[in-house]
Structure formats: C-alpha cells, structure tokens
C-alpha cells in the first residue's frame, strides 16, 4: 500500500490546488490509468472534482480511467455528464466494461443511453448485458481478435494489423469457420515467425481449452491460470465463438472470489463494493445473519451445560477448565475445515479424497490432542487435583479429535448435498465443537468422578 | 474440479493399459502440459511410470510438464533420471523454473548438474537460483525480449522473430541503453503497427511500473494485477534490467498468498507442500504451536469463570447464557476481523483508514448487539425471567460491541508493530472474545443481581 500514499499523489494533489489544466494534465501523465481511479475515488469526495480532472484527459485515457472506477464512482460521474459526452465516453470503452457499466444504470438511463449508441455498440451491448452476473458470459468481452479459416499468414497479419485498436488483445487470434465456429487459436508470436504464405490452419492450435457463456466465472479463472492462458475463448450452444475473457479479468475474478471465501469462513456474507465504501447497513446486513443463526444453535451449549448442574455444583472446578476444552475442539476443528475448504476451492483436493484425508486427519488430531493434554494435564494437577487432571486430559485428546474430524468432514458433506463447502465457517464450526465438547466432558466427568 | 474427473483422462489410461507407445504418444496430445503433469502426479504412484510417460513426449513438451510438476515429484523423477538425460530436459526448461527445481536438489546433486551444464545456462542459474525465496528476483525469469535504443522498428521486429524461441513473451519487448538500464517498454502490438522505420525510443512508453529484485511476491502480484500487466520488469540496484516476472506467475503467487492468508486466518501455518501429499507430521507441526498457545490464553477464561463462583452458585441459570454471549462476541468479533485483514492485504483499505473504519464499526456492531439482545431477550424471560433476560440482553450489546471493537482494531494493531495483520486469527479473536465475554457477563450479572 506504501505506493499509494499521499506522496505518491502529492504533484497531482499540487497541480490541483494551483488549478491551471495545463500544469493538472501534465501532472497526470506520470499515472496510469489504475492510480488515476484511485485518485479520483479516495482523494476527491466531490464528483465534480473527480469529473473536472477526467475531462482532462485524452478519450482513450478516459475511458480507460473510468473502467477502473467503483460501480458507485461511476454512477456519480455518468449523472454529471451530459448524455452526448457521456455516450462518446461509452463508445470509447471496452466492450466488457461498458456492458458492466450498463448494467448499473436504471431503466430510463438505460434506455436513453442505448438508444443514442450506434448500431454495432448497441448490438454488441444487448448481447454482452444480457448475461446472468457471475457467468462467463456476463465476464467476456467481444473486442477479440479472428481470423478465417483458410487466411494466410500475411493475410492475417494484415487483419490484426488494421483492427488492433479495438481488440482486447491481437496476442491469440482464433481461427472460425464460415459459420463462426471456433476451429483453434494463432498467437501473435507464431504469426510473426512462420512463412507469410503459409495457411493459419497448418499452423494454428487446436484442441484449445474454452467454456460456455453459462460457465461459472470461478471456472473461468481456474482454467486460466491453470493452463497459463492469456485469453480463454468462450463459445454459445451452437459451438460459436461469441467473446473472450482475458488473463486480466481472470485475476479480478481470483482476487473476488479469495475475498468471498474468506469472508465466507467468519460468517460475512457478500458485500457488493469495497469495505471502505460500504455503507454501515449493507456491512450489517451481510453480517447479522449468521450471527443471529448461532445465538440459537449455542443454545444447545447451554442446554448441555443446564443439563449437568449437577455434577457441576458438585465440582465447581470443572467450570474452570470447561472454556479451554471446548475452545481447543473448536480451533482444531476450524484449522481441519479450513484446510478442507480451501483444498476444494482451488481444486488442490477433490471429494473422493475424502477417504485418505479422513485417515490422515485422525493421525494428526491425534498427535494434537496427546500434546494439548499433556500442556492441560500438569494445569490440571496444579489447580484440581489429579482425579480432575484425568478428566481433563481425557476429555482434550477426544474432544480434539472429534472436533477436527467434524471439521474435516463437513466441507465434504456440505458439497455432496451441494451445498457450498465454504458454509463451513470457522464459527458454525466452533458451535457444533461447543454442544459436542460440553457434552463429553462433562459425561466423562460424570463416569469417572461420580455425582 | 469436474473436468479432472478419471473420464477426463480415460484415454490416457486406457493406452497406457495397451501399453503401445505410438497409443500413448497420440493419447497424450489430447493433454495439456498442465493436465499431463496433473496426471503424473494423481494417477501414477510410482516414479518409473511417470518417467515412461515423460519420456514418450517431445523435449519441449518434456520440459513444460516437467515444470508443472510439484516439488516432491520433480525430485522423484530427477533421481530416476541419467544425469546427460537430465541436463538435456533442465537446458529446455525456462529460466525461472529451472533455477526453483536447482534450489530443490542437495548440494551433490547441484554441484553435478551445474557442472554439465552449458556455461550461459549456469551463469544464468547461478544469479536466479541465488535470490532469497519469496522475492522478485527467486519469481522472475532471466527469458525477457528487448531491443536496445536507437534501433529501429523493422530492426527490433527482426530482432524478436528471431528470438522467439527462447523467450518467456515477445509481447512486451524492454527497451535497454549501452549499460543494460531500462528505458522504456514497446509492446508487439506497437511495433506491428508502426512504420518500419521509426525508432523505437520515439514510441516506447516510460515511466514503467517496476520493481526491485529484493521486492516480496506478494507486492509483485498486485502491482501485475493492478496495473493489468503481462509482465513486470525487474531491476537491480544499479537500475539495471534483470527480469521479469510474467501475468501467469503472479497468478499462482496471488493464489498462493491467498491459500496462507486463510489458513493463517484458523491458525494453520505454512504447509510447503499441497494438503494432500503434505505428511501427517507437517500436518501436525503447522497446526501445534497455535493450539497450545490458544490453551493456555484460555485459561484465563477459566480463571474469569472460577472469580465469580460465587455469583454462578447463587445464580446457576446464568451458566445456560454464558456460552451463546461468549460465542456472538467472538463471532461478531471474528467478522470485523476477518474484514480487515483481507481489506489491508488486497490493499483495499490502507493502516490510515482506522478511524473511519472503527466510527462504522461501532455503528454496525450496535446495530448486530441490539438485534441479538433483542433475540435472547426472549430466550431469557422464557427461561429465567425478567431479571435475568435483562442481564442477558446488555450482556449481549456490550460484548458484541466491544467483541466487534477489538476485532476490528487489533489487526491495524499488529500492522502498526510490524506484525503480519492476519496474525489476528478467528481462534485469537474468539478467544480474546471468551475472555472479556465472561468478565463482562458475571460483572453485569453481579450489578444487576447482587450477590
């Protein structure tokens, strides 16, 4: 973060103060256009600020700037700018990022926006922000570079030479038939290194990896980093090449979905823009559920508790070391599920491990719960005695056990019901490892001390 | 994970069964280097049949699944290998993974590879293999295009055709003075589309986005992924171009990063190698220390419990409360948590933006403590009555307040001692939660009930 400090803005923050556009365009020309957003959604509260450096910029710049923006910043800038600037702006982007963009508008902006487009950015934008959000779909561009079948290399060349500004990426060409169907993929390096008469067909890839516009927006940026891809090409159901994703959406999409997991394993549910700017209601809507879902699912741990007062009035010192052990099941069982979990989402483990992982998670917990009743064992004697010492030590080597074989196996049962495996979060898990751990240690209590 | 499905790879395994090579050689070109290097490493227990299947593959192709591979089987086939065999495949392999297989050989083993080695290949794998790991200079590759200033476009064109081959990317070729400094970067997409004879000074971008070799990974990737980069230059202290690190490498570093973020966030340490293969001891060592640390902080949960023994005799109903309140303010606390440590590793929100943040904070989590108070509120006049439903509801407001409070600030915290912020673990926050929770509970339950 140190690179986003205020010393890195300080000559454009200073170009801004002394307001002349020549001294503010020239400050902007040491950012890219990434910085330039950043400046604009953190350092300007105002739109119109934000809007004044903008118009700064050259067309290309703009729109460029503008894609980096949040959904929020973008909303706010787009209802300062007069519909004729705004629909130049549109033009100039990329086509993925102007269907994203359309999508945030409401209906009468939508309309009034796609109707003063031209035809081909109409058309290609109808299509684009017709896909469900999440999918490839929804994530593909249509800027992608093709060539026809049959073209030679000189040809094609040619070809990528006079639409490379409106290409995404002229790097991976694909080859399509007559009927647009995909027949494989030319890279820019083969192009400029075989004989310019050569035929792409000879020299093209074939085989390629690609997915369906339906195709979850995780899989795409699996298969992209997995095959080391600079451009995943996606197909419709009648094997038609229709866009692209590039390498670079794929890693938002990681970075997305890391965040999501993550917040997954503590209960927060999905938050639609950045922490920063989140509002305090959407953060608590997120939040509260779960929350209030395991208030009630820790009744039982009290339930289990009231259930042995018993034995509890009779051996207050119990009460002591009850926080420890059912704190220790929970947190082996977290570290067991979040490994699970996270095996299954980068595809690091897949279901029918389960088996072996099972097998290795008892000898660990194992080992875990010997040496977590030793460290309890001498606390033990100290503070209660050596029949107390017993129960406890007992009790930590199964309820440290049990715990994380809770936690290792949920994430497996939770994906064969088809349920997310990343539900089992730290906190549920924590509660089942509660009910459990107060009910075998106080049941071994009870067997071994009597009431 | 489907399409690693053994259907994916059914074919394979059936010409591997008929035990032609021609079969397995046209079985194989079906595969990915990616999918055959997976195939090596699930299907094939033994190192001899893996061996057999690489060796069916052309060099090329020999050297790509080889750098697929995991740490633990490239040892595996390299000790099986005839070390003029092996030279052969390390030569064809890029510079980057070769030189992280060398650190994985013992000093024997590296003494007598480094020997047979051509002298531009060892001199090239002595300064790669030498950079600490985790930084820049172990990430990058030495495989880089450029063109020196002054030339032309036709001449730095011919100089890339003719380069290719052993080049990471041609994309991006780096412009270089007389003393190797970096000036400037000129994409293939430029030079294809300017005149022949112009120079590429005049139409190289500068101000480029680099780093140091001595740069974390993890800084590496999100400079690539911020700035939508194919590669990132990297230089030495004398401003030298050394390397790059391409999109596809930061893509495995950010899901790396990732992985050790969330394990750290359930206490898990760092596992070398993947869940699956990992050992049940490593296993055990990277999930031991935490355990046993969290043990004896829980101790002083139990000292809370065992202070107010004598508020729990006279008033035993309150034992049923003490897990759900505990539990919510870890909970509640585990989310504010978890929120900030993944904001301040994307670089979402910044160590600056802790004001800001603990202002929402407070307003989110009283918005939580009241819906939760409002919820065992009820559970409580059921179960015990008015008195004690009412201890039990500001029990709840003040412990998910304070609970959410700490979670929140303790990972700014450990930022500002220079401690990594995902040290702030669920099972730490729950625990610190535990702690305060049953000092805050008895302490109301006292003032409100008496002794």
């Known amino acids: ?39 604009i959604e953190s350092s300007i509260q105002d739109g119109d600020a934000g809007l004044k450096l903008l118009r700064l910029l050259s067309l290309e710049q703009q729109a460029k700037v503008f894609g980096y923006l949040g959904p929020d910043m973008q909303l706010v800038l787009a209802r300062l700018i007069p519909n004729k600037e705004l629909v130049t702006l549109v033009t100039a982007m990329s086509a993925d990022e102007r269907a994203d963009f359309f999508n945030l508008l409401d209906e009468n902006e939508q309309h009034a926006l796609f109707q003063s487009l031209a035809s081909r950015e109409r058309e290609d934008l109808r299509r684009l922000a017709s896909f469900e959000e999440g999918t490839a779909g929804a994530l593909m561009t249509s800027d992608y570079a093709m060539v026809s079948s049959g073209m030679s290399v000189a040809a094609a060349l040619s070809l990528l030479r006079n639409t490379a500004p409106d290409k995404e990426t002229i790097y991976q060409a694909y080859v399509i038939d007559k ?52 451009a995943l090409p996606i197909i419709d159901d009648n094997e038609r090449l229709v866009g692209i994703v590039t390498y ?39 939040r509260v559920q779960w929350l209030v879902i395991l208030v009630f699912a820790n009744i039982f741990t009290g339930a289990g508790i009231a259930y042995f007062e018993d034995i509890i009035s009779s051996h207050i010192a119990l009460l002591f070391f009850m926080p420890l052990l059912v ?39 194992s080992g875990l719960g010997l ?45 064969k019901l088809k349920f997310d495996p990343a539900t089992a979060s730290t906190p549920l898990i924590t509660t089942i490892a509660d009910v459990s751990g107060v009910l075998i240690y106080f049941s071994i209590a009870t067997a071994i001390l009597g009431l």
């Open 327 to 365: 704190a220790s099941a929970g947190n082996a069982g977290a570290q067991s599920a979040t490994l699970m979990v996270r095996g299954l989402a980068t595809g690091d483990v897949s279901a029918k491990d389960w088996g072996r992982l099972l097998v290795k998670d008892i000898m660990v917990a």
């Open 371 to 415: 040496t977590m009743a030793a460290a309890v064992m001498v606390v033990g004697i100290f503070r209660a005695g050596p029949e107390i010492a017993l129960v406890v030590s007992i009790t930590m080597v199964a309820v440290v056990l049990i715990g994380s074989v809770i936690g290792m196996l949920l994430p497996f049962l939770l994906a």
């Open 248 to 286: 670079d959406d794929a890693m938002d999409v990681a970075e997305a979905e890391a965040t999501e997991d993550i917040h997954k394993g503590a209960t927060v549910g999905r938050i639609d823009t950045s922490l920063k700017t989140a509002s305090p209601f959407s953060l608590y809507r997120s």
């Open 179 to 230: 009927d647009h169907r995909l027949k494989g993929a030319i890279s820019l390096r083969k192009l400029i290194t075989s004989a310019p008469g050569a035929i792409v067909d000879t020299l093209m890839a074939t085989g390629l990896v690609s997915a369906r516009t339906h195709t979850g927006q995780e899989e795409v940026a699996r298969l992209i980093s997995r095959y080391d891809l600079l």
């Open 1 to 39: 973060m140190s690179f986003l400090d205020s010393e890195f803005f300080q000559p454009l923050f200073e170009a801004l103060k002394r307001d002349h556009p020549e001294d503010i365009r020239a400050a902007t020309s040491a950012y890219n256009a990434a910085d330039l957003a950043e400046f």
